[in-house]
Nanobody, 123 residues
Framework: QVQLVESGGGLVQAGGSLRLSCAAS????????MGWFRQSPGKDREFVAGISWSGGSTYAEDSVKGRFTISRDNAKNTVYLQMNSLKPEDTAVYYC????????????????WGQGTQVTVSS
């Protein structure tokens, strides 16, 4: 199993930037594809971005493409989400997730989740 802990959330003005981090412990980090999901009040949790075990494949939803970048450092057991040009509609709790289907950046069945970190974008 792998344990995930997110950090880096906070309050930012529209147009600003934040970088989220997710530190993994437990089973070797390189066995998992990693990704970020988010959930805002009254809405379902939605996929934001994912990255394969090697970092060779990434995927981002259209709503964040060109603004958010996912990356990972396997030596540090950490995955990042760089968020630029933030909009009020990006306000949500952001969750880190791990999927044992390590070659796919789509994270169709993540089995492990972090506790979430709040991102609030003011207009």
């Amino acid at each position: 199993q792998v344990q995930l802990v997110e950090s880096g959330g906070g309050l930012v003005q529209a147009g600003g930037s934040l970088r989220l981090s997710c530190a993994a412990s437990g089973r070797s980090f390189k066995y998992y594809a990693m990704g970020w999901f988010r959930q805002s009040p009254g809405k379902d949790r939605e996929f934001v971005a994912g990255i394969s075990w090697s970092g060779g494949s990434t995927y981002a939803e259209d709503s964040v493409k060109g603004r958010f970048t996912i990356s990972r450092d396997n030596a540090k057991n950490t995955v990042y989400l760089q968020m630029n040009s933030l909009k009020p509609e990006d306000t949500a709790v952001y969750y880190c997730a791990a999927d044992e289907v390590a070659y796919s950046a789509r994270l169709s069945r993540p089995g492990f989740w972090g506790q979430g970190t709040q991102v609030t974008v003011s207009s």
